[in-house]
């Protein structure tokens, strides 16, 4: 199983473009995602998205546990729209107990993404629709 999850998640790192039709995007198996774990991933782009938006970048998102709780967010700071992180899979603050942003330093609660904290207080992170399905997690693409 973990084989051909591998080689369809490996088609769609390599694939910008995706014409599946499908809205589901996976992003990982459910076996991979261990506490403090983040897992990253960019959503493909469309062709009429290409050719509306040509020279903004692809939005990418992460995915993580929350307790036993899978939970997955855009990976772009309210604030300026910013990815939240300066490291590959480094999204806690120091404590480790909420989601930091590394531009400004704005606190997200892990369960809804809600910003405690920053110069975007009151407002959130974007949360993506989780699903599993056979043992892979797939997030649903924005619309
Ligand atoms: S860009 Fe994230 S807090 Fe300013």
Request: glycine content about 8%; hydrophobic content about 40%.
């Amino acid at each position: 199983m973990q084989k051909l999850w591998q080689s369809a998640y490996a088609n769609i790192l390599a694939c910008p473009l995706v014409k599946t039709g499908s809205s589901w995007l996976p992003v990982c198996t459910r076996a991979e995602l261990q506490a403090g774990r983040f897992i990253e991933f960019t959503m493909p782009r469309t062709e009429a998205e290409l050719a509306k938006h040509p020279d903004t970048l692809p939005l990418t998102g992460f995915v993580f546990l929350d307790g036993a709780t899978p939970r997955a967010y855009l990976n772009r700071c309210p604030h300026m729209g910013v990815e939240l992180n300066w490291k590959p899979g480094r999204f806690m603050d120091s404590d480790n107990l909420f989601l930091q942003c590394s531009t400004h330093g704005a606190l997200f609660k892990p369960k809804d993404g809600e910003c405690i904290a920053g110069p975007c207080q009151g407002d959130a992170l974007t949360a993506l629709d989780l699903q599993e399905s056979g043992g892979v997690l797939e997030v649903r693409l924005p619309e």
